[in-house]
């Protein structure tokens, strides 16, 4: 009898509510098993084999695809051309991103429409999107060369060119991930009380410049670095625009890490190579969130 | 600010039309292209009307040569069977999480931060192996299974039953709910803003995915509406580019048009869920 109630008033940790714990989490962690941690930890492992689709055994090789992969030009390529790829992808989406927000933010009109047509390409298919920028960047009936023949300039062969490729996917990246920073910062903008605009315009802040210089920057520190990094980590995925335009070339000119992992893997079935291609995307993926996890916390003690 | 004058908010205006007209850019051409027979494309004039009016011949060839229903209906099935899946997984998992105390919650917890750090490129050629050495190649199942985990999911939904009240849940207790009917008929019923905005990010990242499909399917029978886009670039068209942007505009169509009736739940569910995707 007192045991009974002895157990009852020590609720923390019921028998019950353990076994009801488990059995919710069940079947994600099943899933979770299956789908990502196995297969992830199996990715690791075939870094280090030589497995080939269809081939017969196996053999660990150690680091040779590491050797192997700092000896490839392909693979060199890539990565400069992933890191080109976000180094303009980044800046230019964040600022124009800012700058959007800033010209929305500054009047009351048009909000909603504004916000609607610069989100519009995050949710359209990207691969009709890259159909359509094939058109429109087209060397001979593409509207772009054609506006620009109009006014007596012969446009370049925007995706055929290995001069103007990788900056003619960066173009689309840009596009594409603009409205998305828009969104964020618009977002951040509405949380800066008004009352600090007011209070800087009476200290003698009474351009619109010094406004932002002395409120808006400084307050908007955090999201700007939360979106610097969340587009650096969406642009180091660069993958369909590649895949339906390019195909890496020009003769590697437009080459991306996830495209040449793409490559190795589901074409030449080199699954052991292109698993070490994946772990090197997925280094520069973790850095990204170091990054961004350390600038955080120092930001956090300043703003 | 709101008392300005239509004059001094004028330039801004303009401004914003201007820009906005440059990122409408490839929609206007797309559409207009898809309008025009193939000589008046090829001339490159920069009229964006077509002197003939070409629509129900491109649009038409576009229904004639491809399965664009099929695509169509295998990108609903796809994105209907992971958000089942990755619900019916990361409800109750996300409620356990928030609000149940067993032993392995903290570790089970810590899997899913740390899953939240993988991108899903990562587990595709083990995932590949397997579904090929099952025969699965080219089917639902390959399209579906690998998605049915989200991580993100879990994490989303443990922050906000965690704000759910604890009087609500043993309310439903003392009723005599057992707590797989607690997750299903008293906590998602109170979680519809996070389910809304996660579903929304689910269909719009998945009915857009490319690379996933692109590795696990072959031919016309699974593809997805990306797929689509992509064999009919390379198949049919050529240098059609008039039936290639009506494919296109059939196969983005779905999602901007949900998109233009619900853009406030787009950008919400998208930009809130979006942070981590």
Known sequence: MSEAVLTRTTPRLSAGEALAGWMLTAPAAIAFLLMLLAPTLATIALAFTDYELGAPALNWIGLENFAELLQDRGVAIALRNTILYVAIVAPASVLGGLALALLIEAGTRGRAAFRAVFFLPVVSLPVAMAAAWQYLLHPTIGPLNAALRAIGIAGPNWLSSSDTVLISLAAIGVWENIGFNLVLFLAGLTAIPRELYAAAEVDGASRAWDRFRLVTWPLLGPTTLFVVTITMTRAVRVFDSVAVLTQGGPNKASEVLLYAMYEEGFTYFRLGYSAAITLVFLAIVLALVWLQTRVMERRIHYV | ?277
């Not at chain 2, 008392?3 to 207009?32: C, E, K, N, Q």
């Not at chain 2, 919650?105 to 995932?127: D, E, I, R």
């Not at chain 2, 049919?236 to 406030?264: I, K, W």
Request: aromatic content about 14%; charged content about 15%; overall charge neutral.
């Open chain 2, 1 to 277: 600010m709101s008392d300005r004058s239509i004059l001094r908010d004028l330039p801004r205006l303009a401004l914003l039309t201007l820009l906005g007209l440059l990122v409408l850019m490839p929609y206007i051409w797309m559409v207009a292209a898809s309008l025009k027979p193939l000589d008046e494309i090829f001339r490159a004039s920069l009229s964006l009307l077509p002197e003939r009016f070409y629509a129900v011949e491109n649009y038409g060839k576009v229904f004639a040569k491809v399965p664009v229903w099929r695509y169509l209906w295998n990108g609903v099935v796809v994105c209907g069977g992971i958000l089942f899946f990755q619900l019916l997984f990361a409800v109750p998992a996300g409620y356990a999480l928030a609000k149940l105390r067993f032993p392995g919650s903290g570790f089970a917890f810590g899997a899913v931060m740390l899953g939240l750090l993988v991108p899903y490129h990562v587990p595709a050629l083990p995932l590949y192996v397997g579904f090929s050495q099952l025969g699965l190649l080219n089917s639902y199942t390959a399209l579906i299974a690998p998605a049915t985990i989200s991580v993100f999911a879990i994490f989303l939904f443990r922050q906000f039953f965690k704000s759910l009240p604890d009087d609500l849940i043993h309310a439903a207790r003392m009723d005599g709910l057992g707590e797989g009917e607690i997750v299903w008929r008293i906590v998602l019923p109170n979680a519809w803003p996070a389910a809304t905005a996660f579903a929304i990010f689910s269909v719009v990242a998945h009915w857009n995915d490319l690379f996933w499909p692109l590795i696990i399917v072959n031919g016309t029978s699974y593809a997805t509406p990306a797929l689509g886009v992509l064999y009919f670039r390379s198949d049919e068209a050529g240098d059609d580019f008039g039936s290639l942007m009506a494919a296109a505009v059939l196969m983005t169509a779905p999602l901007v048009l949900a998109f233009l009736l619900a853009q406030r739940r787009f950008i919400e569910g998208i930009a809130t869920t979006g942070l981590k995707g």
